[in-house]
């Protein structure tokens, strides 16, 4: 019996005793991060693999010996720290361990146990920190760190010195200060993805150390690392406010976000000038630096944070939600400062909001640390506040508390400030203001079918509909909120808008009409479709016939692409799939040809994504419209779509979508993503019919000039319609981008517009005709700043090319290649009918621009574009250049020439269309435009045409003749192939020719004048 209750017991021991089996770990899998020998002694490391429960690591100030042992003998102030993970830990977490110096162990966090051997004392006077599993006997070295001078010893003579661990090496998975430091800690350099953090914790340039008398320890476990890509929220101009400051006492600044955000976003705070150039101020930097706020949790808009900098040096965040580091100096003068919110570098900083405090305000040349221009990407008064007066400190008076939009309007109002000055300590207690995103409507007002009942709505007035309303008859309405009761309907008619702060509520119905626009500020703001009919109607363009593409996008949410094109032949509906686009080639195609997929009636329509599809052969009528017709709740807030990138490709194109019923501003999309996205949207604008002639690598290919294209820094160029794209991306319209990194771009409501005008263009075939302006005309939509210049020049042909480019002086770009926001490439397949385009000279890229922007100040009397030209077309043809569009002082006053070096003419361009005729070839010398001749008499050079006079005569008989004293010195024949056929010398001012070998067409006769200047007249010889 005994036995068996022994028996027993010892079962039940088995059963009960947990069997823990720890993580092997390997050369690094973790990395030291921190030490501080001033005080209380401390190790900072982060696991940079996931570990298991027991997982044991064991922390020496002992040293190494090159002959593979600890060293023994005289190990006092030398020992082991020795901690054991108490739960499953994962990749990424940091932890600190303390060994006071009362003999109290600590961890924090407070994840595992700690218990020592011998004396752990690391010494201020150079000492080493050696991480490993196993025994003394038998160790397995897992990181290392050395902060004594010389470095890794081979000696290891003393308690300090150490050789380097075996399997370990320097700079890659072990740091050597150096130097005796008697603290240090890693800078936060890089916090994501394990190899990437080893290596950067690994060079010892990225660590910042403090030493001399008195306790300097550092602050430990200053970063948020992610074995994983942290996706931190990119922030644009708005999306916080700085909402006080104090320079006495502690330098303080107070913030409030303005939209929500992620763990890990990073935002930095300076008080360093921004120049007019467009770049901080260097040089003479003193007390000056950047505080980087780093959140260590998702944080809801309407937070408030206080970072204090204070004069003994310690960073503090109130509420605790995140990291706080300093580089270099950060210091607010109270004899007048600034205060400059960013995300991203200094050298391509995005700015976010900015404060100044400096009297007279904001100043443009920066010249000592009080001063700052206002950054670019802000304007005052919108997204800056300025409060001059060199004010010591200041806080705002919480006026306004609720809404983002109308937070940010009255933070960024001087008058809305409570300021101190003056002597001794007068700083402000910041953060008394409590904000809510939620938007709160305090009164309201209701259309009752004739009149609203308590006055017009505005942005703090809800709007109820409770009769008929039309914004074309009854004008169109800015309210914080909107209902629409059950029976009524509340129509936005063409060229007007709704714009709404909040939420709105639908019971009865609303209609978007082609060219309105329905526009939510708030992203957090609700739509709310009772079972009633929320609808947009879009119109295209007019259409040759059935088979010409438009490129769609969903403005609502919930639809099958049969809810919408049911009767659009199946066959003919497309996505891109941008992870299949390869061009390895270069040769403008995709090299499989399987990147246009098609869709099925019952897939989604999905809000962001662009969709190709034609219409209906058998019910279309060609020369007519087409219409679409989105009935479902509508898109609102933000709206993520995944981009595609592929280093491997030139420019990997992405085919994407407005998602709302309103028009976007493609500028605010792209700052938002310019990390994805680079500055140019393509727009399909088809006017080609489709042909076997055409490149690419289907049967019948649709021509790529096509396009429009639009960049955010240069303006738009206009495709085959003849119609220049603005910065306004219209409602249901889909477009190309390329993309520079892959992730999900965001669209917010901040991007939509309310206005009249903005929705008016629809890309997706022709015009009513290709007409094109017959008078230079500047676009209302493109706002021109001073000096800055534009010139569009149209390319034609008598067998339907059409293709423009623009060349724009514009502030920000250079004369070289200055990336897709400035400079767009032309979309430029191999065997391309006819094109022209600009180019940078001495270029080794080679690279053909639909639209290139240069200097602002290259413009002037010697300026020269050179234009390239090229065609593949075999057949006769005539060619025309022309001026289409100008805009800036400059070229308003001056007088537009081509020069032609083939034929040597010079052509008055501002006066008229330049024909010409060219043989197959691509040709970058041929054509220069000019703002002032080579010649020192133009004017008086310049003959207009009907100076020459040509007449067919009898038996194929042909005279020549020019007017008034010019005589003629030759004669040329010239065919549509650009080849001379005839070559005269010629006499006086009237000659005649036989020219019977020649055939009932077209030709350019050549004539030159005795004084040298050339005469090109088209004429058609009948017999």
Known sequence: MTKIIVLFLLVLALKITPSHSQTTLTAGDIAITGYNTDGDDQVAFVLLTDITVGTEIRFTDRGWLDTNAFRIGNTGREGTLIWVADTDLSCGSQIILTSANDGTLTISPNIGSLTEVDDFEIRGQGDQILAYQGTDDSPTFIYALNFNNPGWSTTAGNQQESALPIGLTDGVNSVDISGDIDNGTYNCA???????????VSDAANWNTSDGDGNQSLTLGQCLFSCTSIIQTVLTAGDIVITGYNTDGNDQVAFVLLTDITAGTEIRFTDRGWLDTDAFRVGNTDREGTLIWTANTDLSCGTQIILTSANNGTLTISPNTGILTEEDDFEIRGQGDQILAYQGTDDSPTFIYALNFNNPGWSVTAGNQQESALPIGLADGVNSVDISGDIDNGAYDCAVTTSPELILTAVSDATNWDTSDGGGNQSLTLGL???????ICPTTTTWNGTTWDNGIPNTTVAAIINGAYTTGVNGNISACSLAVNSGFRLSISNSTFIEIESDVVINGEIIVESSGNFVQNIDSSTYTNNGAMSRVNKVTPVKQDWFFFTYWSSPVSGLTVDDVFATNPANRRFIFNANNYLDLNEDGFDDDANAYELVSGSDPLIPGVGYAITENQQFFIPGSTAQATFDGTFNNGLIEVPIAYDSANVAHYNFIGNPYPSAIDFEIFQATNSSLIGGIAYLWSQSTPPSANNPGNQTVNFSQNDYATYTIGSGGAAGASGIIPTQYIPSGQG??????????????????????????????????SLTLNSNPTVNSNDLLIDNENKIWINLKSDNGIFNQ???????????AYDGFSYDAPRVLPIGTSAILYTFIEDDEDDIKFVIQGKDINSINENEIIHLGFE???????????????????????????????????MHNLSEGD???????????ERFQIQFVSETLSIDENLVIENELVIIELNNNDV???????????????IDLNGRVLYNFKAQGSDNTYNLSKLNNSVYIAQIRLTNGVLISKKALKRN
């Open 914 to 924: 330049y024909e010409f005729t060219s043989e197959v070839g691509t040709f970058e």
């Open 190 to 200: 890089v916090t994501t993805l394990p190899d990437a953090i080893l290596a950067s």
């Open 433 to 439: 203001c409590t904000f809510d995103c939620s938007v």
């Open 871 to 905: 065609t593949n077309i075999e057949v006769p043809t005539l060619y025309t250049l022309s001026l289409d569009q100008f805009e800036g002082a400059f070229i308003e006053n001056s007088t537009i020439f081509l020069k032609d070096n083939l034929l040597d003419v």
């Open 805 to 815: 480019i623009l060349v724009a002086y514009v502030g920000g770009a250079t004369d």
């Open 959 to 973: 005279q020549f003749k020019v007017s008034g004293n010019l005589e003629m010195e030759s004669i040329k024949i």
């Open 735 to 768: 477009f190309f981008i390329p993309s520079v990194g892959a992730g999900n771009a965001v669209f917010k409501n901040s991007m939509r517009v309310a206005s009249i005008d903005s929705n008016n263009q629809f890309f997706g075939t022709e015009e009513n």
